[in-house]
């Protein structure tokens, strides 16, 4: 990004249109706005507003289009011209896009402050409830949300030349997150920037059952007889 | 009675988005007033020109931040940095680790698909 050449009138455009802000997946999922469904730590009320940043001004014709077709498309595919940072290696995947802070909302963005490397934003993340064990055991691990990373593409697994061992250049490899709801799941995913989709659980279906169901008269045939 | 240690700044939040420019640009011309002193300091193999390059690239992405918190935090670790480095708390390899998409090919990426797939990115 620092290294394109920046028309002046690239600075006019709005925060919310910059390509660097646009996000894959459902607007009303990967926006930090305040939804209101849930009461989040009081924060005090902010005394400057995103307003005021040095971005487009109100005042800016609405009709004038500020930005070239190419800018304006979704972003499907990876970008190859990502400000790449000293963490990059030839196994890092290649982002959609990296959060640069200007995205529009009021969480602070973890992903710009964190230190985190730039390629933790181009790997997908699952998050999903893990399955209860198989056993009569109960359900006391089943009601958590946890977030797994998908494996890379290359380097996530190769045999050791001296020893046969099993090495990786995937530093998140076996690394779960567990956290108590979906919804705090899909914030960290936003605040940190990943990619991410939701896998909906496969609820238990309890049919209620009485033995004396068995021999309830019926007028008609009987479909299966249950008893002899 | 604390001493603080040279070039520590007192953490402050900015008032308002003038208040941060003014921080902002006043950490940059100390990067860039330190330049030379970097390059003698660390014995670096370039020109002070390409220091003052790298600084220019690390401010610029983070041009366009929202919010003024995050430029508060990004304003304190650039003054974290500028300490370190003055005070030659830094090693070689920590200043040159801003310098590895120059020096080493297999740290950038590639500039389209096909060039990714023939250098080996599957």
């Known amino acids: 990004m620092p290294l394109l050449p920046r028309p002046a009138t690239a600075r006019l455009l709005a925060a919310a249109v910059r390509p660097a802000s646009r996000r894959l997946g459902p607007a009303s999922a990967r926006t930090y706005a305040d939804e209101g469904a849930h009461d989040r730590s009081v924060q005090p009320d902010p005394k400057s507003s995103t307003s005021d940043a040095p971005s487009a001004k109100p005042g800016d014709s609405a009709m004038i289009r500020q930005q070239g077709p190419a800018e304006g498309a979704p972003r499907h595919k990876p970008d190859y011209d990502v400000a790449v940072d000293y963490r990059t290696s030839k196994f890092s995947p290649i982002p959609m896009r990296v959060m640069d ?21 181009a790997r997908t993340v699952r998050i999903y409830r893990p399955a209860k064990t198989a056993t009569q055991s109960g359900t006391w691990h089943g009601h958590h949300w946890r977030m797994d990373w998908d494996v890379l593409e290359k380097g996530h697994r190769w045999e050791n030349p001296l020893m046969g061992w099993q090495s990786s250049a995937d530093f998140m490899q076996g690394t779960h997150l567990n956290l108590n709801t979906k919804q705090d799941a899909i914030d960290f995913a936003n605040k940190q920037g990943y990619e991410y989709f939701v896998q909906e659980p496969n609820e238990r279906r309890i049919v209620p059952k009485a033995y004396a169901n068995n021999f309830l008269h019926s ?10 | 009675m604390i001493n603080p240690t ?14 941060a420019r003014r921080r902002v640009i006043k950490s940059y011309r100390d990067w860039l007033r330190a330049a030379p002193e970097i390059q003698q300091m660390y014995s670096l193999n370039m020109p002070v020109s390409a220091i003052r390059t790298k600084a220019r690239q690390e401010f610029e992405r983070h041009r366009y931040v929202a919010q003024l918190p995050t430029v508060d935090v990004l304003i304190t670790k650039s003054n974290e940095e500028y300490q370190e480095t003055m005070n030659y708390w830094k090693q070689l390899t920590h200043v040159l680790k801003y310098f590895r998409a ?8 590639p500039h389209n698909f096909v060039a990714g797939f023939l250098e080996g990115r599957n």
Do not use: C, F, M
């Open chain 2, 102 to 109: 120059e020096d080493d090919p297999k740290a950038r990426l």
């Open chain 1, 219 to 228: 007028p008609k045939r009987l479909k299966h007889i249950r008893t002899k």
């Open chain 1, 101 to 121: 802070g200007s995205e529009p909302g009021e969480a602070v963005a973890a992903a710009v402050l964190s230190g985190a490397p730039t390629e933790l934003q």
């Open chain 2, 6 to 19: 040279y070039l520590a700044q007192k953490t402050r939040t900015s008032v308002n988005w003038a208040d």
